[in-house]
């Protein structure tokens, strides 16, 4: 049975060799009428197509070449773009920085120039509250003065009226105190 099995393989792989033979078969016909194809379409591209599709590319090699060229313009004139606003900036920070500066010493002046007349006007005050205290002393002063002398002229009205004995001059003094006192 095994020996049957190997036969019946034997005789199959034979006949597949044969085929495979047949499919590996060189006819030189073939390759002569192949190669004749190819140089025909060959000639034909280079006579009729070869000159039209190089055109074609250098027509894109062209384009290509002048988009590049256009990006790189592009991107020089944005960076130089870029520069100036960069600078622009700068400047502006510098002006804002020298403003913010002058605005500062200017506060400070005008802080110097109000202090100064607040001083002064203080000054002027303390000076016409001095005056007026002076004022006031001398007037209270005058008027004590003025007191006094009316006192002293009521007082020679009075003893000069009547001779004063002790018990008088007693009452008298109390009835001038008693009278001040009311005033």
Same mark, same amino acid.
């Given at each position: 049975m095994w020996i049957e099995l190997l036969a019946e393989n034997a005789e199959v792989a034979a006949e597949a060799g044969d085929n495979m033979l047949q499919l590996v078969n060189i006819n030189f016909d073939t390759i002569i009428f192949t190669l004749i194809n190819t140089l025909i379409i060959f000639l034909l591209y280079k006579f009729l197509l070869h000159n039209k599709v190089m055109a074609i590319l250098d027509q894109r090699k062209e384009k290509v070449a002048a988009e590049i060229k256009a990006a790189e313009e592009a991107q020089a004139e944005a960076e130089a773009v870029r520069k100036e606003y960069s600078d622009r900036i700068e400047k502006a920070k510098e002006e804002a920085a020298a403003i913010v500066s002058a605005a500062v010493k200017r506060a400070g002046e005008r802080e110097a120039e109000i202090i100064a007349q607040a001083n002064q006007e203080a000054a002027a005050i303390k000076v016409k509250a001095d005056e007026s205290i002076e004022l006031e002393k001398k007037k209270a002063i005058n008027e004590i003065k003025?007191? %006094?002398?009316? %006192? @002293? %002229?009521? !007082?020679?009205? +009075? @003893?000069?009226? +009547?001779? %004063?004995? !002790? +018990?008088d001059n007693e009452a008298l003094i109390n009835k001038f105190i008693a009278e001040v006192g009311n005033e």
């Open positions: 003025d007191q %006094i002398a009316d %006192i @002293v %002229i009521m !007082a020679s009205e +009075k @003893v000069c009226e +009547k001779e %004063i004995s !002790a +018990k």
